[in-house]
């Protein structure tokens, strides 16, 4: 075996190797230095992050692994960012948490590490970091939560929070009830139990290579999670022993395959800017139109809210993502590898559809050409992106007229006008909640619905925003609209009353106003004023050097890889 890079900390009797070890022997026998793998356990485990807050338990299979395998485990917390706590949104912090942790890895006597992700923006903030420090890395997703149940009715955290509000504003459910069910909702320890975010990217990161095959979709209460937490962990001892790194797993068809995955899963839309990002950390070459080449056209054979009615405990129990890639098979690169060295259909054989009212068979979809649709126009002239599967079908084809909010302060103050000039054709539009205008680009693009219109039965419309939405959120909503409004997009030019032309089977979205009218108007005071200006700290730096929601929103400076090599001692 090759000479373990943690081994340029330890080897030696100088002062400096003294002092390395020296330091760790609070419990570590002096053979623990003798040129085996040390692992890192990247663990966003946190009691402000609930949905990861299981992770020590987690990590103590996962180091029983490593010790069992002859590697040495190593317990490194990271930041951990907690989707429901954190203010304004926890993707501003997306880009700090991989490059934290990519110089944690970098700078410690680490030969590779065990990414524990969960909560939307962990799973993708550590793989953009190991994409980076490019030491073998291995994901164990946490698992989603146990289905929760109100007045006898399965509950799914997010979706039937956006549902239950709206029926409370809309009058058809008393606000007594709405918060009772709010201790029925979250069950167990776990991530969200719908096909929002979290769900999304932890099935995601098994379809890119980056997991054991088949852990992922594992109820975060299932002794099964801690049974494939310590076979990851002999699974990365192994892997240093091999130097399967990311550089050497991951390709254009790991990224594609991904894709195929999501449009069949009817994934979240914050799964484009994920996968761009940790694209961009490698080196390759992907781009939104790849979502809508890839994916467009593949039928949506997942029945799981928010585009369908099940849940995740459902969908494990029906089989999980391998039965639903087995059904997709043709359509994945054959090549791809995974963390085992092996390509991934390779572990498709034995798959099976055990309940096809969850799953469904290739030939019965439960919905046709489902997949995320990427739009252009004067509009958006860098691109939007719209999920079908979430939106409603008469939807998809739709004029109508602006109602322009310039801030998520002005909807809030607004939507509820009963004198609101707004109907049911309406559009919707919401800018200045770009990377650069919120800070961080927000869920907040599925805007509540204006009251009056809910009282009317009202319960979908179209709406347009430079943000995002929450991947449990439903509706025709069109999101990540590039250039955002802060950068100079054409989103800042929009006027109440203007008409806006949505066309999703023709990839369209356009401002019905001559070009000419265009090139005359200038943003609304207002708008502006409404764009973050941060003085100092992350928040300055962030809207500085953030890029666009087409490229991934990393840093402009965060792009491609660094490696694993420290060149000075510290002593």
């Known amino acids: 075996m090759a000479e373990q890079r943690s081994s340029q900390w330890y080897r030696g009797t100088d002062r400096n190797a003294y002092i390395h070890r020296a330091w760790m022997r609070r419990g570590l026998p002096a053979h623990a230095f003798d040129g085996r793998p040390h692992i890192a356990i990247a663990n966003t485990a946190s009691d ?7 992770f020590n338990e987690v990590a103590e299979s996962v180091k029983q692994g490593v010790y069992e395998a002859g590697g040495i485990p190593l317990n490194l917390p990271v930041v951990s960012l907690g989707e429901t706590q954190v203010r304004p949104t926890a993707m501003l912090w997306r880009n700090m948490a991989a490059m934290a942790t990519e110089e944690m890895l970098r700078a410690n006597p680490l030969d590779g590490v065990v990414l524990l992700g969960g909560c939307d923006k962990t799973i993708p903030a550590l793989l953009m970091a190991a994409a980076s420090v490019d030491l073998p890395a291995v994901v164990i997703p946490g698992g989603p939560m146990l289905t929760g149940t ?20 809309g009058g058809t459910l008393s606000e007594e009830q709405f918060l009772k069910s709010e201790s029925s909702m979250i069950r167990s320890r776990g991530h969200c139990n719908t096909m929002g975010t979290a769900s999304t990217m932890a099935l995601v990161a098994e379809a890119l290579g980056t997991t054991m095959p088949g852990i992922a979709g594992t109820p975060a209460a299932d002794s099964r ?5 310590h076979n990851t962990g002999r699974l990365a001892v192994e892997m240093v022993a091999e ?10 068809g790991s990224f594609l395959n991904a894709i195929v995955a999501l449009a069949a899963l009817g994934g979240s839309t914050n799964a484009v800017v994920h996968l761009l990002a940790i694209a961009g950390r490698l080196g390759i070459e992907l781009t939104q139109d ?11 054979l997942v029945d799981l809210q928010p585009a369908g009615r099940f849940l995740m405990e459902d969908f494990h129990r029906a089989g999980g993502l391998l039965a639903v890639l087995a059904e997709v098979r043709d359509l994945l690169d054959p090549t791809a590898l995974t963390v085992t060295g092996k390509p991934l259909v390779d572990y498709l054989g034995e798959a099976e559809i055990w309940d096809q009212e969850v799953i469904r068979v290739r030939a019965n979809p439960l919905q046709a050409n489902a997949g995320i649709a990427v739009l252009y126009g004067n509009l958006a002239p860098d691109g939007a992106v719209i999920k079908p599967a979430a939106a409603s079908p008469e939807l998809l084809r739709h004029r109508g007229r602006a109602l322009v909010f310039d801030s998520i302060e002005d909807l809030h103050t607004r939507i509820d006008d ?37 009282q009317q039965g009202v319960r979908d419309m179209v709406r347009i925003c430079d943000g995002r939405m929450s991947g449990t959120a439903y509706g025709t909503v069109v999101l990540h609209v590039s250039p955002e409004a802060a950068a100079g997009g054409p989103l800042a ?15 369209k979205l356009e401002l019905d106003v001559p070009a000419e009218e265009l090139a005359q108007r200038t943003p609304d005071a207002a708008t502006v004023a409404a764009y973050a200006n941060p003085k100092r700290g992350w928040e300055k730096l962030y809207v500085q050097t953030v890029q666009q929601a087409n490229t991934g929103a990393d840093l402009d400076f965060l792009n491609g890889s660094s490696g694993d090599q420290v060149s000075r001692e510290s002593h």
């Open 48 to 54: 402000l992050t609930p949905c990861n807050a299981h």
């Open 150 to 169: 109100f007045r006898g009715a399965a509950l799914g955290c997010g979706t039937d929070v956006w549902r239950l509000s709206e029926e409370v504003r």
């Open 225 to 229: 999670l801690l049974e494939a937490s």
């Open 243 to 252: 130097q399967r790194r990311p550089s050497t797993l991951l390709t254009r």
């Open 290 to 300: 790849d979502f809508d080449r890839t994916g467009a056209d593949v039928g949506l």
């Open 418 to 454: 009963p004198e609101l000039d707004v109907d049911a054709d309406s559009v919707l539009v919401l800018r200045g909640c770009g990377p650069k205008g919120y800070p961080g680009m927000p869920e907040v693009a599925n805007m509540p619905l204006p009251t009056k219109l809910l």
């Open 493 to 507: 030019l929009v006027r109440t009353g203007d008409f806006i032309v949505l066309d999703v089977e023709a990839r």
